[in-house]
Nanobody, 122 residues
Framework: QVQLVESGGGSVQTGGSLRLSCVAS???????MGWFRQAPGKEREVVAT???????YYADFALGRASLSRDRNKDQLYLAMNSLKPEDTAIYYC?????????????????WGQGTQVTVSS
């Protein structure tokens, strides 16, 4: 069974930054990994996804503020995000899954982490 363990959430003030980490129990492979988030009362949405060799995809709200990276030697994923706003407050989830097409621009998550809370205060 695939396990994804996130860390790095917490409380930050507007304009601050975060760095989230996700460690998978699997070996590196040719699949998709990504970060999603879910704010209270809203649907879960993608933040960014990556497939090694195919590039990285960012949601519009994350463009210019987020940087996603994946360790080629370990099955680990990192998200750095700056200029945080109160609307970035959400539970952030790490996911592993399949691409629709070559890249992971559209990713079908097969496995989820437990989530890590990020709260941005004004």
């Amino acid at each position: 069974q695939v396990q994804l363990v996130e860390s790095g959430g917490g409380s930050v003030q507007t304009g601050g930054s975060l760095r989230l980490s996700c460690v998978a129990s699997t070996s590196p492979s040719d699949d998709c990994m990504g970060w999603f988030r879910q704010a209270p009362g809203k649907e879960r949405e993608v933040v960014a996804t990556i497939r090694l060799g195919y590039g990285t995809y960012y949601a519009d709200f994350a463009l210019g503020r987020a940087s996603l990276s994946r360790d080629r030697n370990k099955d680990q994923l990192y998200l750095a995000m700056n200029s945080l706003k109160p609307e970035d407050t959400a539970i952030y989830y790490c996911a592993k899954g399949r691409p629709l097409g070559g890249s992971c621009r559209v990713m079908v998550p097969d496995h989820w982490g437990q989530g890590t809370q990020v709260t941005v205060s004004s």
